[in-house]
């Protein structure tokens, strides 16, 4: 995974999985760059195979951190596959995530 | 982590053992998700399977209990044509598996895991034990494009798999047979306990049976006892020399593996020591001991071995080794708890005749003379002793009295208390000098005293009234405690002697003192001042003189005073339980005209 800074932009690209291993890992890394400044934060997701209900959980935690926290910095999730798009309707947090499908790619 | 193993077949399965780390979860998903690719599984439900894994084995390792992530979470994986089997174990406290799996509050960071398992599996069952848990989801197969695969294998392949099959069931019927083998000696072996053949003989022949069913060509079980320090040899294969016991200090194999309580096995790599008394069963020799244990303790140990061939046991055979081994551990133990119950029946049965024996020497009456009255007393310790008193009438005015301690218990001492007892009544006739009856006595009994390392302790005191005089002998015995108005205390007559039975000819020396009514004559045996040291046998036998003084301001007759005495004895035994006999003869001034009775 890496951070990219696009000035009002944060992007987090090349997260290939977001599981219990390191969803944690992902999560605090993710918090700690939002109190720069950025506006939006944009997670890359069209390189992730696999995400279980942790990975959804840092996804989660990072939303609220980013609306209740950091004032009101938005979180894009982008291009994430069909099964992971599946997820997220399954769970129906597509909506409370703004997410742009890989269509728009 | 174990190697992953798969076999191809119309069931193919797979297992995993997975670190308890979560880290480690990432390598267990890809090794399923490979497995089931290979198993012609569409994305789809390769995708289902891996998150459902995922979410079984996170839950496994996130909860598991303390301790429990010393052991891997296993992972069992069993695929058909029509379905998918995934088992995760885990050790966790477990859970109730909700009727239905609702989706948490939108903004909860958890507790999507069963939700998702539920919604990607067709089936999923937790099964909740006492150490671990399984979770057992299934999945059925819709994309059936395997399947035509799988029509078109080759004949070869058919070949192959009819090939492994019949192996296989090669394999079960040799395990049938070994173990048909295995109960039907264990089942000989227990019908011939039941028909009372003796344990060794048994032992012998069941691990003659036990040879032929694992190949092997020799064997030595030894047994070891609770207070004993070493192995001692039970039985063993005819031609080895085990007659000598295993000191528990050595350092040969068997000691090793009764000690370490785990199985130790020798072979070309990891051969015997030199001096080890199994090296004489071959340079080649392979093998293994097993200690016998039965409810946590040792009783012994079973080694065996080949000594010919030096091929190791397969794991079958270790199996058939382990289960013999601890049926004759029980059946040791068995043994051993059927002869001590023997011996404490035996031992008991005996103390029943001692005491019986020791009862029937007490004379129902004692005489008495017209100034004196006599009483006696004797209580038995639980082991019964060879304490005896009695009193003879030799004339109107003279009694001979008589108290003795054979050193011993059981049976032994209350045979000899008998003999002594049968020489003392013939003794009159011979003399009726103290000193001389108990040189008679020790010379009657010396041979037979000695013999079993045995010795009486003995005295005889003489009252004659007329001259009112006692005379006393002793055999080691302890002191006469006489008591009058006109002497300070108490006196204490201890003439010098040796117990009989020491040596073969022994002269005793009588003294001779004045007694006058009111006085009190105490005899007795030192089970009546018996304390556990030194200092406070000194405080009892003080307290006994101060009691036998303090007596005679009291008007009491023989009979009184025993009473009064055995009383006391009884309270003080009250604090501590009586070990030794408590033996006495108490003569007092008669105070009345009648005579009472011992």
Redesign the interface.
């Given at each position: 995974m890496k951070l990219v800074d696009k000035g009002d932009v944060l992007t987090v690209v090349d997260v290939k999985?977001l599981?219990?291993?390191n969803s944690d890992a992902f999560r605090d890394e993710v918090k700690a760059a939002l109190p720069n400044g950025f506006k939006t934060v944009e997670i890359d997701l069209s390189q992730t195979n696999?995400i279980?209900?942790?990975g959804?959980?840092?996804l989660?935690?990072i939303q609220?951190f980013a609306t209740s926290h950091s004032g009101s910095v938005a979180v894009r999730l982008l291009y994430p596959m069909p099964?992971i798009q599946q997820?997220f309707e399954?769970?129906?947090?597509h909506?409370?995530f703004e997410i742009v499908p890989r269509t728009h790619e | 982590m174990s190697e992953p193993r798969a076999k191809s077949s119309a069931c193919a399965q797979f297992r995993y053992a997975l670190p308890c780390e979560?880290?480690?979860?990432?390598s267990a998903?890809r090794a399923v998700r490979r497995f089931l690719t290979e198993q012609g599984l569409h994305e789809?439900e390769l995708?289902a399977c891996?998150?459902a894994l995922?979410?079984a084995c996170?839950n496994a390792?996130?909860n598991v209990r303390e301790g429990g992530n010393l052991h891997p979470v296993e992972i069992a994986v069993l695929c058909t044509d029509s379905k998918v089997e995934i088992c995760v174990n885990d050790r966790t406290p477990g859970f109730e598996w909700p009727d239905q799996v609702d989706?948490p509050d939108?903004?909860?960071?958890?507790?999507?895991?069963l939700?998702?398992i539920q919604?990607f599996m067709d089936t999923a069952q937790y099964y909740r034990g006492k150490n671990e848990n399984s979770l057992v989801m299934r999945k059925m197969r819709c994309h059936q494009e395997h399947r035509q695969a799988s029509a078109a294998a080759s004949v070869g392949e058919m070949q192959a798999r009819l090939e492994e099959t019949q192996d296989a069931l090669s394999d079960m019927a040799r395990e049938l047979c070994f173990r048909t083998e295995s109960l039907s000696a264990i089942f000989r072996c227990s019908s011939g306990m039941g028909r009372g053949k003796n344990l060794p003989e048994l032992a012998q022949q069941l691990l003659n049976d036990l040879l032929h069913i694992t190949s092997a060509d020799w064997f030595v079980l030894r047994h070891v006892r609770e207070t004993e320090q070493h192995l001692a040899a039970f039985a063993a294969s005819d031609g080895l020399d085990v007659s000598r016991p295993l000191s528990l200090a050595s350092a040969s194999i068997e000691v090793q593996a009764a000690l370490a309580r785990r199985d130790l096995s020798f072979g070309p790599n990891c051969p015997l020591s030199k001096t080890d008394p199994l090296g004489a069963t071959g340079q080649r020799a392979v093998g293994v001991v097993r200690p016998i244990l039965a409810g946590g303790d040792l009783a012994g140990t079973l080694a065996i071995g080949r000594s010919v061939s030096s091929e190791p046991f397969t794991a079958a055979q270790a199996k058939v080794i382990q289960t013999f081994a601890d049926f004759l551990g029980i059946q040791l133990v068995n043994a051993r708890l059927c002869e001590e119950q023997i011996s404490t029946k035996l031992l008991a049965h005996e103390l029943d005749i001692a005491r019986n024996i020791q009862r029937s020497l007490l004379p129902r009456s004692l005489p008495q003379l017209r100034h004196f009255g006599v009483a006696g007393y004797c209580e038995s310790a639980n082991q019964v002793g060879g304490d005896f008193y009695d009193v003879l009438q030799l004339s109107d005015n003279s009694l001979l009295l008589v108290v003795a301690d054979v050193m011993g218990k059981g049976v032994p001492a209350a045979l000899f208390a008998a003999i002594l007892h049968s020489l003392v009544r013939a003794l009159p006739e011979w003399t009726q000098r103290p000193a001389e009856m108990l040189a008679r006595l020790n010379w009657h009994m010396y041979e037979e005293l000695s013999s079993v390392d045995m010795f009486v302790t003995a005295q005889i005191a003489l009252i004659n009234a007329k001259k009112s005089q006692i005379t006393v002998a002793s055999a080691g015995h302890c002191p006469v405690l006489v008591a009058q108005p006109n002497i300070p205390g108490v006196k204490r007559i201890a003439p010098e002697g040796m117990p009989l039975g020491i040596l073969p000819t022994t002269q005793f020396i009588e003294e001779v003192h004045e007694i006058r009514a009111p006085c009190r004559v105490l005899l007795h045996t030192d089970g009546l001042t018996e304390a556990p040291d030194v200092t406070a046998s000194a405080r009892a036998q003080q307290w006994l003189e101060r009691w036998v003084k303090e007596s005679l301001s009291r008007e009491r007759t023989a009979q009184q005073l025993r009473d009064e005495l055995a009383d006391e004895l009884r309270k003080a035994q009250s604090a501590m339980p009586l070990k030794d006999d408590q033996t006495f003869l108490i003569v007092a001034e008669n105070q009345l005209d009648d005579a009472g009775t011992g």
């Open positions: 999985e599981g219990a291993n696999f279980d209900s942790c959804l959980g840092a989660i935690a609220k099964p997820l399954l769970t129906r947090l909506r409370i | 979560l880290a480690e979860v990432p998903r789809e995708a891996e998150l995922a979410e996170n390792i996130q989706l939108m903004n909860s960071e958890r507790g999507r895991g939700f998702f919604s």
